[in-house]
T-cell receptor, first 116, second 115 residues
Framework: AQKVTQAQTEISVVEKEDVTLDCVYE???????LFWYKQPPSGELVFLIR??????QNEISGRYSWNFQKSTSSFNFTITASQVVDSAVYFC?????????????FGTGTRLLVSP | GAVVSQHPSWVICKSGTSVKIECRSL??????MFWYRQFPKQSLMLMAT?????????EQGVEKDKFLINHASLTLSTLTVTSAHPEDSSFYIC???????????FGPGTRLTVL
């Protein structure tokens, strides 16, 4: 069975602080993808990143960075110098080869509140 | 990424009526689309997989006679909530799966309120 755990229900930071959102996953698939999506108050899910299970390189995109560690089954997301516009719910998700990468399993989400 | 639209963005209906939600792929021919439901402050739960030209595949616990899915073309999937009741009030989101990136891109969602 596949499972994604986001233990942090809600995080509050002040603008310009760095913040890390944790994601731990479980899967028996040998090949899988990990994703992060952002859901602002408007409701639409915005795709942020997809990581292949064979690629453990960390990735940086502007103020966003992701740390993928297979040894600990974690795919953490860090926002550097947070801004008010970063306030949203962030979902970590997983899809695996056994479902043809068609089924996304979501974590429960982490609500990030960035105050000015 | 792919662009997905949904219509309507919100709808309020009386208990017992049926509501149709459209999901359109604007820049991609999507053979596979997905329907999710999200209750307030909860995660997304997959309801069904919509396959163009064939019957949808429903997740366990989802009533296929209540949530009718039609995927008649490569750019349009519809979800009809039949005989809606207040407990069906939720945020319904569709997505399309892009090939070969195996990434799902989501529509803006439809908020359904059943009185």
């Amino acid at each position: 069975a596949q499972k994604v755990t986001q233990a942090q229900t809600e995080i509050s930071v002040v603008e310009k602080e760095d913040v890390t959102l944790d994601c731990v996953y479980e899967t028996r698939d040998t090949t899988y993808y990990l994703f992060w999506y952002k859901q602002p108050p408007s409701g639409e899910l915005v795709f942020l990143i997809r990581r292949n299970s064979f690629d453990e390189q960390n990735e940086i995109s502007g103020r966003y960075s992701w740390n993928f560690q297979k040894s600990t089954s974690s795919f953490n997301f860090t926002i550097t110098a947070s801004q008010v516009v970063d306030s949203a719910v962030y979902f970590c998700a997983l899809s695996g080869v056994n479902t043809g990468f068609q089924k996304l399993v979501f974590g429960t989400g982490t609500r990030l509140l960035v105050s000015p | 990424g792919a662009v997905v639209s949904q219509h309507p963005s919100w709808v309020i209906c009386k208990s017992g009526t049926s509501v149709k939600i459209e999901c359109r792929s604007l820049d991609f021919q999507a053979t596979t689309m997905f329907w999710y439901r999200q209750f307030p402050k909860q995660s997304l739960m997959l309801m069904a997989t919509s396959n163009e030209g064939s019957k949808a595949t429903y997740e366990q616990g989802v009533e296929k006679d209540k949530f009718l899915i039609n995927h008649a073309s490569l750019t349009l999937s519809t979800l009809t909530v039949t005989s809606a009741h207040p407990e069906d009030s939720s945020f319904y989101i569709c997505s399309e799966l892009t090939d070969p990136t195996d990434t799902q891109y989501f529509g803006p969602g439809t908020r359904l309120t059943v009185l």
